[in-house]
């Protein structure tokens, strides 16, 4: 559907590579240290199509040293124009403990709390 955001499986091959690219992004940005991270879990991810397709993923991050971080990427992915799963929103937020389930009871609540709460920046295209 044009438009409508999809959920998809967050243990999809997809949501894993879109995750991967989004911290990477964020990586060379300095926004956030890969070498870091020892666990992975993502919370949520949809897809929405529009000029070409947006990818969101939302994951909790455990860090080595025992710290959690919540991560939301959105990617952009255009190919005709140059945009190929380009980060336009990366948002984090750290914490001593558990995140997901602890913080914030489900994918809405983690979202709005990683948004709300954490460190945003949007690229400009």
Do not use: R
């Not at 995750?19 to 070498?35: R, V």
């Not at 000029?51 to 040293?65: P, R, W």
């Not at 380009?86 to 983690?110: K, R």
């Amino acid at each position: 559907m044009v438009g409508g955001i999809t959920t998809e499986s967050t243990d999809s091959e997809e949501a894993t590579s879109q995750l991967e690219s989004g911290l990477s992004q964020m990586a060379e940005m300095n926004l956030i240290d890969t070498s870091n991270i020892v666990d992975t879990t993502i919370i949520n991810y949809q897809t929405q199509v529009v000029s070409g397709e947006l990818y969101m993923v939302l994951a909790e991050l455990t860090l080595s040293d025992g710290t959690h971080e919540l991560v939301y990427v959105k990617l952009w992915d255009a190919p005709w124009e140059g945009m190929v799963d380009a980060l336009q929103t990366a948002c984090t937020y750290t914490s001593d403990d558990t995140i997901s389930g602890t913080l914030c009871s489900d994918a809405s609540d983690c979202l709005e709390l990683v948004q709300n709460s954490g460190d945003c920046v949007t690229a400009s295209t």
